[in-house]
């Protein structure tokens, strides 16, 4: 388990990293996101104690430099390209092997894991940076840990390699692994993670459940089909649902359950063709709740309306910080 316990982090006079708490539980991944600028990096450059900053991060009981041989306990993966030069991919593997009281057989495991094993002669900086992620996570893994901590695995990826690092995160924490990871690829992390935390500005928006985020930041609609739909609109107006026309004629209800116009429906004698919910992506809620803590802001395309921007509102979990 991960408790990170008021890390605060300043530059001059920007405050990077605003007092964040939060715990990151075993046998689920747990997905850390926030625009540009936010301070994920580095937050986890503080959990791993390679910023100077303020708070604590204990994984297992233990801070990071307190661990004796980090990489059996704690793999991690910050950077795509933290190689030497001249040296081939298996021997940066191995060089790290050894200081961790680590044999060659496991290097030879996690390279052929991670699909590198036909070019683990090679020297990474001939790699790509798919590559290079990939023998980023072979690092990692080399001391076979309980906790993940990677930022941004999927970059570079193509997406076979994006599909196989999903299945890859969610079958290590089906072990009861630690996986926490970060992404700028929210249609991937609504497939990859079980939970969130999700900063702004370096302060805490949001720790929690994944559909409970969606839930508190986005509005669930109620889709109609209907031989009736001009009449049974003005139905649904009477009954106090707000009601839009879609595509094809169909009626989008917001401000009514699906029961409550299914049973409207039924009261009203109206033929339904269909009836369905249909629920907001991750990334609607993502933009709506981080819409005011963007730090970098371009401009909207010639002749578009921007639209507005929701406050970032503190949420979720007890670990709030």
Do not use: C
């Not at 901590?149 to 630690?178: Q, V, Y």
């Not at 935390?197 to 928006?205: A, E, N």
């Amino acid at each position: 388990m991960i408790t990170a316990k008021g890390l605060y982090k300043r530059y001059r006079k920007t405050v990077a990293v605003d007092h964040l708490s939060f715990d990151v539980q075993p046998g689920v991944v747990t997905g850390f996101l926030g625009p540009n600028g936010s301070g994920k990096s580095t937050t986890m450059r503080l959990m791993l104690g390679l910023d100077h900053g303020e708070g604590q991060t204990l994984f297992d009981g233990e801070s990071f430099t307190d661990i004796r041989r980090p990489m059996n306990k704690v793999g991690t993966l910050l950077e795509a390209k933290p190689f030497h030069p001249t040296r081939s991919a298996r021997n940066h593997l191995r060089m790290l092997a050894s200081a961790n009281g680590i044999g060659d057989k496991r290097v030879d495991e996690v390279m052929e894991l991670v699909g590198l094993g036909t070019v683990r002669r090679k020297k990474p900086k001939g790699y790509s940076l798919g590559m290079a992620q990939r023998l980023g996570l072979a690092q990692a893994l080399l001391g076979d840990p309980r906790i993940l901590l990677l930022d941004e695995p999927t970059n570079g990826l193509d997406p076979h390699g994006i599909h196989w690092m999903r299945d890859m995160l969610k079958h290590l924490a089906s072990e009861g692994r630690t996986i926490f990871v970060s992404s700028h690829l929210l249609s991937e992390m609504q497939l990859m993670a079980d939970e969130l935390v999700v900063i702004g500005r370096g302060t805490m928006i949001f720790n929690g459940v994944v559909d409970q985020f969606v839930r508190e930041f986005t509005q669930s609609t109620v889709i109609v089909r209907s031989p009736s739909a001009d009449g049974f609109a003005t139905a649904l107006e009477g009954a106090g649902a707000a009601v839009t026309k879609g595509k094809d004629g169909e009626l989008v209800v917001s401000g009514m359950e699906i029961g409550a116009v299914g049973h409207l429906a039924f009261t009203e004698n109206v033929e339904l063709s269909e009836l369905s919910t249909r629920s907001a992506s991750l990334e609607e809620a993502f933009m709506s709740a981080t819409g005011s803590s963007e730090e970098f802001v371009a401009a909207e395309p010639l002749g578009k309306t921007p639209a507005a921007k929701t406050p970032a509102t503190k949420t979720g979990g007890a670990d709030n910080a």
